[in-house]
């Protein structure tokens, strides 16, 4: 089992950047594929990046496309999502989960970003 802890949400004006965290524990990360997701105030949860801890392709929902990357520090046990261009859409609370073929195994508390406009 892996354990997540987010960190790295906040307050941002619109074009603004902001840098989430997201710190594994545990072990057999290669196993897993790890995504972001965000839940908006009266919405699902959603989609947002992908990337597999073993290494690959990232990728990502169509609404954060050329804004947003996905990394992973195999040293660090930990992923990142680096937000730039950042939109008043974007706020919500953002979470990190660890997936074994598609079924979600573990998820962080989630950090929540407010982009101002």
């Known amino acids: 089992q892996v354990q997540l802890v987010e960190s790295g949400g906040g307050l941002v004006q619109a074009g603004g950047s902001l840098r989430l965290s997201c710190a594994a524990s545990g072990r057999a990360f290669s196993n897993y594929e790890m995504r972001w997701f965000r839940q908006a105030p009266g919405k699902e949860r959603v989609f947002v990046a992908a990337?597999?801890?073993?290494?690959?392709?990232?990728y990502y929902a169509d609404s954060v496309k050329g804004r947003f990357t996905i990394s992973r520090d195999t040293a660090k046990n930990t992923m990142y999502l680096q937000m730039n261009s950042l939109k008043p859409e974007d706020t919500a609370v953002y979470y990190c989960a660890a997936l074994i073929s598609g079924a979600p195994q573990s998820w962080g508390q989630g950090t929540q970003v407010t982009v101002s406009s």
């Open positions: 990337l597999r801890w073993s290494g690959g392709n990232p």
